[in-house]
């Protein structure tokens, strides 16, 4: 149930900025950061080049947020991220998650910097996380 929520919000994003890049749902990612605050950032990327800072409403295409998926969401992305970092031994500021679409399905790309250290879907990941 979880994963079909994210996976929907995740790709109602991808395909609505990549009608807006007139590119193939392929080319586009969604960026996600975070900082010592623990604060979460979502940036959209055209071929990994950063784009332009959004918001989980921008992504979801929505004016409200009536069910609280973002309050899902957002712990959900934290934790993958500071998972990585101690994974990767690096700071979580240097950590960056691009959510792609990967075939029929989400995939999570993370990098150290700009280094590509871990590929994973978004179904595996859920399950890393107790989701």
Do not use: W
């Not at 992504?59 to 009536?66: A, E, G």
């Not at 101690?86 to 950590?95: Q, Y």
């Not at 910097?113 to 989701?131: C, S, T």
């Amino acid at each position: 149930m979880v994963e079909g929520i994210v996976k929907k919000i995740m790709m109602t994003g991808i395909n609505k900025y990549a009608k807006k890049y007139e590119t193939s749902n392929d080319d586009v990612q969604i960026k996600v950061t975070d900082d010592i605050d623990g604060n979460v950032f979502y940036t959209m990327c055209n071929d990994f080049k950063d784009v332009e800072e959004v918001s989980f409403l921008n992504i979801m295409d929505k004016r409200m947020d009536l069910f609280g998926y973002e309050g899902l969401a957002s712990p959900f992305l934290k934790k993958a991220l500071a998972i990585f970092s101690n994974e990767a031994d690096c700071e979580i500021s240097k950590v960056t998650c691009y959510i792609m679409k990967h075939k029929e399905t989400v995939g999570l790309a993370f990098y150290n910097e700009r280094k590509n250290v871990k590929n994973i879907l978004l179904a595996k990941q859920l399950e890393v996380l107790g989701i």
